[in-house]
């Protein structure tokens, strides 16, 4: 069996509601049965050293260390690349035959190495400074793309998180990349499926007439929480019994309640903080619609776990999307980012909800970690014939 490092930016003991800690958490259990998997990460806490998933325990090795509630001069992924550099050595000597790494570019220090294999994990093809919102950040845009090229130019394998239209574009930027691999995202459909709506809603004392819109995620200025609220006022002013629910925290929380306020859609919205999975899931199986206004991902986990509880997406167009999200089918692909025009595929979605579910739940078979999983592996083991 094939020794594998899996080396992440990230702190394998927190949860976030989806993304590249997501993907990890709920993949390695899979991979496991095909590598020896020691995984090397970020302290940001008191993380033990060990963790368990999927009934197994894993050894985590830091890297770095780091105070996320101190303010500092120099960006943390300037400080992690430093580190990890100060660590190469280290991480060489334990004889892996991969070293997978989940992070642009934690890469840097290893791209000359030819044992292990270098293997470098894409999420998504959108540059993370483009929709930052910052426009001091913005300007790292450039160099980002440089480093990227640079990294995906000179690792063994690359693995992109995308939908097909993005992996198509991504392959002709990077020609002369040895090997570039589509992944899809996924959820776990044991925590993400279709439960019993109308006993989770009296569990919560809401009225079996009232429709609810739901959006999850961070509130940040690449997500557009706003926007969800704008939609939805336009949906409130011609449809009576509707609701909102949103699920997350982020710089924009307390914002997006001010606007709330402001639009006068107190008794209409309700904010439920972050919340882990399993009480996601609920939320989402007790929902109608799901309502996605992000400017750029990759292949939102978000949005495969909504699929698996069997709500229909309204999303506004974007590369990731496009595999889950079939118009008409499992929901709608809105371009532009007119709130009424949201609105109107909300209503169409809501008036159509019982035959799109049913689609959604059948499509979102294809979105599951043993089918990511047995890709990684096949893969990873053609780097050796």
């Known amino acids: 069996m094939r020794k594998m490092a899996i080396i992440s930016s990230t702190n394998y003991q927190d949860w976030p509601m989806g993304g590249m800690l997501s993907f990890l958490r709920d993949i390695i259990p899979y991979l496991a049965g095909n590598f020896h998997i020691e995984l090397w990460g970020v302290k940001t806490a008191n993380e033990g050293e060990e963790i368990l998933l999927g009934g197994r325990e894993f050894k985590i090795f830091f890297f770095s260390q780091l105070n996320l509630k101190r303010k500092k001069f120099i960006p943390n992924i300037a400080r992690v690349v430093k580190d990890i550099k100060r660590h190469k050595e280290e991480i060489l000597s334990r004889n892996y035959h991969v070293l997978y790494f989940h992070g642009i570019p934690l890469e840097l220090p290893f791209l000359k190495v030819q044992e292990p294999r270098i293997v470098t994990h894409v999420h998504g093809i959108t540059n993370p400074f483009s929709v930052s919102g910052n426009p001091f950040t913005t300007l790292l845009q450039f160099p980002y793309e440089i480093l990227r090229g640079k990294i995906v130019n000179h690792s063994h394998l690359v693995f992109l998180s995308a939908d097909t239209p993005s992996y198509e574009k991504f392959k002709r930027k990077f020609r002369k990349s040895p090997r570039i691999v589509k992944i899809h995202n996924f959820a776990d459909p044991k925590v993400f499926h279709p439960k019993e709506k109308n006993a989770l ?48 925290d982020g710089p924009l929380l307390d914002a997006c309640k001010e606007l709330s306020d402001k639009k006068r859609l107190q008794e209409m919205v309700k904010f439920f903080g972050k919340q882990p999975r399993e009480r996601v899931a609920e939320l989402l199986s007790l929902s109608d619609v799901y309502l996605y206004t992000s400017f750029g991902n990759g292949v939102p986990v978000s949005v495969v776990e909504a699929l698996m509880c069997g709500l229909p997406v309204i999303t506004t167009d974007i590369p990731g999307i496009h595999d889950a999200v079939i118009d008409g089918i499992t929901g709608f692909k809105v371009k532009g980012r007119s709130p009424c025009e949201l609105a109107g595929y909300l209503k169409i979605a809501l008036k159509d909800n019982e035959k799109m579910r049913d689609n959604c739940i059948r499509h979102s078979a294809r979105f599951t970690p043993e089918r990511a999983a047995e890709i990684i592996s096949e893969e990873i083991e053609k780097l050796w014939t």
Request: glycine share 6%; aromatic share 8%.
């Open 201 to 248: 809603r009296q569990k919560m004392g809401i009225k079996k007439e009232d429709r609810i819109i739901i959006f999850t995620g961070r509130f940040s200025h690449q997500k557009d929480p706003c926007l969800a609220l704008d939609a939805f006022e336009c949906l409130a002013r011609e449809l009576d019994n509707v609701r909102l629910y949103l699920i997350g």
